[in-house]
Structure formats: structure tokens, C-alpha cells
């Protein structure tokens, strides 16, 4: 049974709404696509500069050393907080089913390596925050999140790379008060994220 209330929306009814934004065949098929209601019927591209001219100064780079499904989770979030950027460190290949597509609407660039990753960082003056559970790192309740953060997270089975973890800026970790050694990095990820809104974007509307 389709429910059009849990899977977008039908056909639109004529006339049809006019603008560049919109899709002629989701306006005659309808649009069953996983995007907020402002979006309906609008072309990808359409979306994708509508969120890049929207977009949060957060940048967020994932290393990817393992094809890690939790991608695909981390893209998903970054596109719900509207940030700037994300970036994939090594192999250009990733797990995206759990991004549900929104990898679309966001700039996505691939750096073959550590070195043209920290190079490109380094080029442009951004601050590089590891979200890690290193012996050195603060605890995330105690950290002000910069700015010009770029938020970096590793793969679930190895985490960061000493290489990556040496570089940045600093190092954060999220307190834990159970028996498990760590946070699955797409939860890891969305509660970083979540802290470097409510610092550098919720806060300062109030």
C-alpha cells in the first residue's frame, strides 16, 4: 500500500507551479524522494545551490579506510546541518545506502591522500578538530567548537589515523558513562555536529 504521506508526494496538480527550480517530471510523476517539503518537485541542482547559499561555515572530512557503512550516515547528517563541505580522505569509492541520496545536494570532495587532505586544510586556514578518543583529547562539554572548524571522524574498526590525529588541531572526545569502549562514529558524528550548531549557530540567534 502507498502512503503518499510517508513517501512524498503525487503528480501536481495543474497549473503547474512556475521557476527554474522545478522538475517538469516530478511535477507530472509526483516526487517520492527523501527531501523536506520546501524542496518538492525541485531539481537536484536546484536543491544543491539553494543549501550551498544556506550553508553553515562547517566543513566535516571523513578517512576513508574502510568503506565504512557509517558513511553514508555522516553524509546524511552533515546535509541535514547544512554544512559547507564534506571531504573523503583515500579511496574515492564509499557505502553510500546510508547517505539515502542526500550526497547529492552537497559538495563532496575526494583528496586521494592524508597529505592532500592536510595541504588543502592548511591552504585555506581552517582549523582541524579530530573527534577521537585519544588519551590527549577534551572532553566535547568543555571544547569551544571553532568557526572555521573542519570536524574530522575515522572509520569505526580503526579510527583516525595517526597521521590525521597528529595534525590537528586539536583532539575531542564525547564523554561516556557506560560499559562500551566507544560511539559508533555515525552517532559520534551526529552529536558533534549538533554541539558545533548549537555553539556557532543556534546560540547566536537567541
Known amino acids: 500500500m502507498n502512503n503518499l504521506s510517508q513517501h512524498g508526494v503525487g503528480p501536481h496538480p495543474l497549473p503547474w507551479p512556475s521557476g ?11 516526487d517520492r524522494r527523501n527531501v523536506d517539503d520546501t524542496y518538492r518537485y525541485w531539481t537536484v541542482e536546484a536543491i544543491k545551490h539553494d543549501i550551498a547559499d544556506r ?10 579506510l574502510d568503506r565504512d557503512f557509517n558513511m553514508g550516515t555522516i553524509v546524511r547528517t552533515a546535509n541535514a546541518f547544512a554544512v559547507r563541505r564534506v571531504h573523503v580522505i583515500g579511496r574515492k569509492q564509499w557505502n553510500k545506502r546510508g547517505a539515502m541520496m542526500t550526497d ?29 578518543t585519544a588519551d590527549h583529547a577534551v572532553p566535547l562539554s568543555e571544547t569551544v567548537l571553532p568557526q572555521d572548524a573542519v570536524l574530522l571522524f575515522g572509520s569505526e574498526s580503526r579510527g583516525i589515523s595517526k597521521e590525521l590525529l597528529a595534525a590537528a588541531d586539536q583532539a575531542v572526545s564525547i564523554e561516556q558513562f557506560g ?13 558533534a555536529l549538533y554541539m558545533w550548531v548549537h555553539q556557532n549557530v543556534l546560540t547566536h540567534h537567541q
Open 104 to 132: 547529492h545536494y552537497l559538495e563532496i570532495i575526494y583528496h586521494p591522500s592524508s597529505e592532500a587532505f592536510l595541504k588543502d586544510i592548511k591552504k585555506r586556514e581552517r582549523s582541524l578538530v579530530a573527534l577521537e
Open 20 to 30: 527554474e527550480q522545478y522538475d517538469p517530471m516530478l511535477l507530472e510523476m509526483g
Open 179 to 191: 560499559s562500551t569502549r566507544s560511539l559508533n562514529v555515525g552517532v559520534a558524528a551526529g552529536i
Open 55 to 64: 550553508s553553515t561555515e562547517l566543513e566535516v572530512a571523513i578517512e576513508n
